[in-house]
């Protein structure tokens, strides 16, 4: 590991945990707010926000290393998005595996990559731009409610998936597909979630000392923190409200350390009360 890692934190017990950005790209304003009235967000994004009423986003990843092995959580976009697509979403940046590379971590000792959902802009990073896996001895984990979603053909839920790329994953053999909470290895675990798409699920590392959480989507910026605001992209937004009720809840208490899955700046803080809501406390 070295001074190219965005954050970085021993949590004790020999497990370490790095963030990594792996690249970044642009989203409309609107859909990532939702019903939100603009007038309770403009503040808050007035300096990054682009005339084509764009936010910038973060494609945020994080290499966990224990004494049984590595995982990668997220793999962002990748190299295979077509130019006219890199291009509309102004995406930008190197993606997971040179990014890994600047940071002194070997894409080849991953032994396991988790995403907290399948969509284009968390599972797009596991293929090399010739086809062959980025990642030759992980697997891609993700809940089985996810990858049925995703292969299904409601065109509503499936507008944000690759299907000619997952299809590939699943012949090349690095599906891996868990139904509910599983560990992966000593310490770092997942849990479905549901709510942002059907099989979305969070991911919790545990060493000695404290515990990172990454709830993906349903904590993608730091607004995201009151439960009620949730984005347009959320398939099922009253299941994300009340999950994010409870889970933040427990967060809060417990004192978790959070990773946001698209802050560009700040991604790295606590959750902490605030009246009926949460409010999201930057640390770096």
């Known amino acids: ?153 409601n065109p509503r839920l499936t507008a944000g998936y690759d299907q000619p790329e997952l299809r590939l994953f699943r012949e090349l053999g690095v599906r891996d597909a868990v139904d509910g909470e599983a560990e992966l290895l000593p310490g770092v675990s997942v849990f479905a979630t549901g709510g942002h798409s059907a099989g979305h699920q969070g991911v919790l590392i545990r060493g000695g000392d404290r515990t990172v959480a990454f709830f993906g989507d349903l904590c993608m910026r730091p607004w995201s923190a009151n439960p009620r605001w949730v984005t347009s992209f959320d398939d099922f937004p009253l299941d994300s409200v009340a999950v994010k009720q409870a889970l933040f809840g427990r967060a809060a208490d417990e004192g978790w350390t959070i990773v946001l899955s698209h802050e560009p700046l700040k991604p790295v803080g606590r959750l902490a009360r605030d009246r009926d809501r949460f409010k999201f406390e930057a640390l770096v």
């Open 1 to 153: 590991m070295n001074d190219a890692v965005d954050w970085s934190a021993d949590l004790g017990g020999g497990t370490r945990v790095a963030l990594i950005q792996a690249g970044r790209f642009r989203s409309d304003a609107g859909a990532l707010l939702g019903v939100v009235p603009r007038a309770m967000w403009g503040h808050l994004v007035a300096g990054e926000i682009d005339a084509e009423h764009r936010l910038l986003q973060a494609l945020n990843c994080l290499l966990i290393e224990t004494p049984a092995g590595r995982v990668l959580v997220e793999t962002g976009i990748g190299a295979r998005i077509s130019d006219k697509a890199r291009a509309m979403r102004s995406y930008e940046g190197p993606w997971v595996v040179p990014a890994l590379e600047n940071a002194g971590f070997d894409p080849a000792t991953v032994d396991a990559v988790a995403v907290s959902h399948l969509h284009y802009d968390h599972a797009g990073g596991v293929m090399r731009p010739d086809g062959s896996p980025a990642f030759p001895r992980a697997k891609l984990v993700a809940q089985l409610a996810e990858w049925e979603i995703a292969m299904g053909d």
